[in-house]
C-alpha cells in the first residue's frame, strides 16, 4: 500500500530538521573557515527566501484559479469559466516560470556554496517539474472541454511523488540558507558570536517549521486536487478500464461471452422539446438520468453512454457477473418507476420504450483525445432494435434474455417481429418480478407454448 503524499512529506521534514541542527552544529566548528564568503551568502540567501515565498503565494494563487474552475465551470458555462479562470491560471504559471528562472540563477551563482550546489544539482530542473503541473492540469481542462455534453466527467493522475521531492528539496536549500544567515552573524559580532549562532539556529528551525507548514498545506491541496481529477477519470470510464489506461501500450479491447445490454428511449420527449425552453428541457433530462444513474450503482452495472433522450447502459462488464441478466431486468423495471415518479410530479405524460438482449460483446477504449469505453457486435445492435421496435411503456427482451430470466420474472410472449437486416426475432415483454415462483414458472412455461 502507498504511502501517502503527506506522510512522506512529514518523513521527509523530520529528516530536513535533523539536517538543520546536523548543519548548524557543523557551522558552530567551522565558522571561520567561511568567514569571508558569508556577506554574500546572506545577500543570496534573502533573496533566496523572498523568492520562495513569492512562490508559495503564486502557487496557492494557481491553485485557486484550478479550484474554481472546476466548480464553476457548469454553473457559467465553459467558454466563461476558461476566461475567467484559465486565464488568470494561466497568468500565475508565467509568474511561476519567472521567478523559477530568478531562483535557478540564484541556485546556480556564487553565493551558494560549491559543495551543496554539487550535492543538490537536481534542483536545476525546478522549471520541469513547473511545467509538468501546468501541463497536466490542462490536460484534465482538454478532457472537460471534449466531454462537456457529459453528465459525469473524469482525469489525468498528478506524478506527486516527484512533486514531493521538488519541495523537499527547496526546504533544504532554503533551510541550508539560514544556516549560512547564522554564519554570517560571526562576521561582526565576534565576541557574542556563539549567542547569536545559537539564536540564529532557533530563527531556522523557526523558519523552516513555518515554511514546512505551508508546503504541507499545499501538499494536501494538491492531494484533494489529485483525488477529484481521479474522479473526474472515473466518471468518464470504468475503474479497471481508467487504471489500465494509466499505462496502456496497446488499443484496450476486450472479448466478453456472455453480457445483458439496455437501451433506453424516452417517447413523447421531442414533443415536450417544443413546448419548453431549451433549460427547462435540459434540466429535466437531468433530472430523469441522474435517476438512472444512480439505479446503475445500485444494480452493480456499467453505464456506457446516453445520445440524446437515449441511455445505454451492461451488465456483466468490464467485471463479470453470472446474474448480469437480472440486474439488468431490475434495472428496466425501477427505470419504469422513475419515469412514473417524475410524470407525478411534473404533471407530463413521458414514456419509455426498453430494450435488452444478451450474448457476447466486443467492449474497449476508441479515440486519443475525445476517447470513451464502447461496446460493438451483433448483441449491441440487436438490443438497439429491442428498442426502436418496441413497444411504448413495455420492456422487450429477445429469447436469449428471456431465457436467463424466465424462472424469476413474469414475462408475456410478444410473438415473431422483423428486424432490419436480422430477420425475424421472437421477443418477450418483461412484465414483472418477486413474485411466487411455482406460479412464475407455470405461467411462463405458458408463454413458451
Given at each position: 500500500?502507498?504511502?501517502?503524499?503527506?506522510?512522506?512529506?512529514?518523513?521527509?521534514?523530520?529528516?530536513?530538521?535533523?539536517?538543520?541542527?546536523?548543519?548548524?552544529?557543523?557551522?558552530?566548528?567551522?565558522?571561520?573557515?567561511?568567514?569571508?564568503?558569508?556577506?554574500?551568502?546572506?545577500?543570496?540567501?534573502?533573496?533566496?527566501?523572498?523568492?520562495?515565498?513569492?512562490?508559495?503565494?503564486?502557487?496557492?494563487?494557481?491553485?485557486?484559479?484550478?479550484?474554481?474552475?472546476?466548480?464553476?465551470?457548469?454553473?457559467?458555462?465553459?467558454?466563461?469559466?476558461?476566461?475567467?479562470?484559465?486565464?488568470?491560471?494561466?497568468?500565475?504559471?508565467?509568474?511561476?516560470?519567472?521567478?523559477?528562472?530568478?531562483?535557478?540563477?540564484?541556485?546556480?551563482?556564487?553565493?551558494?556554496?560549491?559543495?551543496?550546489?554539487?550535492?543538490?544539482?537536481?534542483?536545476?530542473?525546478?522549471?520541469?517539474?513547473?511545467?509538468?503541473?501546468?501541463?497536466?492540469?490542462?490536460?484534465?481542462?482538454?478532457?472537460?472541454?471534449?466531454?462537456?455534453?457529459?453528465?459525469?466527467?473524469?482525469?489525468?493522475?498528478?506524478?506527486?511523488?516527484?512533486?514531493?521531492?521538488?519541495?523537499?528539496?527547496?526546504?533544504?536549500?532554503?533551510?541550508?540558507?539560514?544556516?549560512?544567515?547564522?554564519?554570517?552573524?560571526?562576521?561582526?559580532?565576534?565576541?557574542?558570536?556563539?549567542?547569536?549562532?545559537?539564536?540564529?539556529?532557533?530563527?531556522?528551525?523557526?523558519?523552516?517549521?513555518?515554511?514546512?507548514?505551508?508546503?504541507?498545506?499545499?501538499?494536501?491541496?494538491?492531494?484533494?486536487?489529485?483525488?477529484?481529477?481521479?474522479?473526474?477519470?472515473?466518471?468518464?470510464?470504468?475503474?479497471?478500464?481508467?487504471?489500465?489506461?494509466?499505462?496502456?501500450?496497446?488499443?484496450?479491447?476486450?472479448?466478453?461471452?456472455?453480457?445483458?445490454?439496455?437501451?433506453?428511449?424516452?417517447?413523447?420527449?421531442?414533443?415536450?422539446?417544443?413546448?419548453?425552453?431549451?433549460?427547462?428541457?435540459?434540466?429535466?433530462?437531468?433530472?430523469?438520468?441522474?435517476?438512472?444513474?444512480?439505479?446503475?450503482?445500485?444494480?452493480?452495472?456499467?453505464?456506457?453512454?446516453?445520445?440524446?433522450?437515449?441511455?445505454?447502459?451492461?451488465?456483466?462488464?468490464?467485471?463479470?457477473?453470472?446474474?448480469h441478466a437480472a440486474a439488468i431486468a431490475d434495472m428496466a423495471l425501477d427505470m419504469q418507476d422513475v419515469i412514473q415518479r417524475f410524470n407525478?410530479?411534473?404533471?407530463?405524460?413521458?414514456?419509455?420504450?426498453?430494450?435488452?438482449?444478451?450474448?457476447?460483446?466486443?467492449?474497449?477504449?476508441?479515440?486519443?483525445?475525445?476517447?470513451?469505453?464502447?461496446?460493438?457486435?451483433?448483441?449491441?445492435?440487436?438490443?438497439?432494435?429491442?428498442?426502436?421496435?418496441?413497444?411504448?411503456?413495455?420492456?422487450?427482451?429477445?429469447?436469449?434474455?428471456?431465457?436467463?430470466?424466465?424462472?424469476?420474472?413474469?414475462?408475456?410472449?410478444?410473438?415473431?417481429?422483423?428486424?432490419?437486416?436480422?430477420?425475424?426475432?421472437?421477443?418477450?415483454?418483461?412484465?414483472?418480478?418477486?413474485?411466487?415462483?411455482?406460479?412464475?414458472?407455470?405461467?411462463?412455461?405458458?408463454?413458451?407454448?
Amino acid at each position: 500500500m502507498k504511502s501517502s503524499i503527506t506522510y512522506k512529506f512529514s518523513l521527509a521534514s523530520g529528516v530536513l530538521l535533523l539536517l538543520i541542527g546536523g548543519v548548524a552544529v557543523a557551522s558552530f566548528f567551522s565558522m571561520r573557515v567561511v568567514r569571508n564568503k558569508t556577506e554574500l551568502i546572506m545577500v543570496t540567501s534573502i533573496k533566496i527566501q523572498r523568492l520562495v515565498f513569492e512562490m508559495n503565494d503564486a502557487l496557492n494563487d494557481a491553485q485557486r484559479q484550478e479550484r474554481e474552475f472546476f466548480r464553476q465551470w457548469q454553473i457559467i458555462g465553459l467558454d466563461a469559466a476558461q476566461e475567467k479562470y484559465i486565464v488568470p491560471f494561466n497568468q500565475k504559471i508565467d509568474y511561476l516560470r519567472r521567478i523559477s528562472d530568478e531562483l535557478q540563477v540564484l541556485l546556480t551563482s556564487k553565493g551558494v556554496s560549491e559543495k551543496w550546489y554539487k550535492s543538490h544539482s537536481h534542483l536545476i530542473e525546478y522549471t520541469d517539474k513547473i511545467e509538468d503541473y501546468d501541463y497536466q492540469f490542462k490536460e484534465v481542462v482538454r478532457l472537460v472541454i471534449d466531454l462537456r455534453n457529459a453528465q459525469n466527467i473524469n482525469d489525468i493522475s498528478d506524478n506527486l511523488e516527484q512533486k514531493t521531492a521538488i519541495i523537499c528539496n527547496t526546504l533544504f536549500d532554503i533551510a541550508a540558507q539560514e544556516v549560512e544567515e547564522a554564519r554570517f552573524e560571526i562576521k561582526n559580532t565576534s565576541e557574542k558570536m556563539t549567542l547569536l549562532l545559537l539564536l540564529a539556529v532557533l530563527a531556522t528551525l523557526g523558519l523552516g517549521l513555518i515554511i514546512i507548514n505551508l508546503f504541507k498545506f499545499a501538499l494536501q491541496q494538491l492531494e484533494v486536487e489529485q483525488e477529484k481529477s481521479e474522479k473526474l477519470l472515473l466518471n468518464v470510464l470504468p475503474k479497471s478500464i481508467a487504471e489500465r489506461l494509466k499505462d496502456r501500450t496497446e488499443i484496450i479491447a476486450d472479448n466478453f461471452e456472455n453480457v445483458t445490454v439496455l437501451f433506453a428511449d424516452i417517447a413523447g420527449f421531442t414533443q415536450l422539446s417544443a413546448s419548453v425552453s431549451p433549460t427547462i428541457l435540459v434540466k429535466l433530462l437531468n433530472e430523469i438520468f441522474s435517476e438512472f444513474d444512480k439505479l446503475t450503482v445500485i444494480h452493480g452495472l456499467e453505464k456506457i453512454k446516453t445520445i440524446g433522450d437515449a441511455y445505454m447502459v451492461v451488465g456483466g462488464l468490464p467485471e463479470p457477473n453470472i446474474d448480469h441478466a437480472a440486474a439488468i431486468a431490475d434495472m428496466a423495471l425501477d427505470m419504469q418507476d422513475v419515469i412514473q415518479r417524475f410524470n407525478e410530479k411534473n404533471n407530463s405524460d413521458l414514456n419509455m420504450r426498453i430494450g435488452l438482449n444478451t450474448g457476447p460483446v466486443v467492449a474497449g477504449v476508441i479515440g486519443s483525445t475525445k476517447f470513451i469505453y464502447d461496446l460493438w457486435g451483433d448483441t449491441v445492435n440487436i438490443a438497439s432494435r429491442m428498442e426502436s421496435h418496441g413497444v411504448i411503456g413495455e420492456i422487450q427482451v429477445t429469447s436469449d434474455t428471456y431465457l436467463l430470466l424466465k424462472e424469476q420474472y413474469l414475462l408475456e410472449k410478444r410473438g415473431i417481429i422483423s428486424v432490419k437486416g436480422k430477420g425475424e426475432i421472437c421477443t418477450y415483454l418483461l412484465k414483472n418480478r418477486n413474485i411466487n415462483n411455482e406460479s412464475l414458472i407455470q405461467e411462463n412455461e405458458k408463454v413458451m407454448v
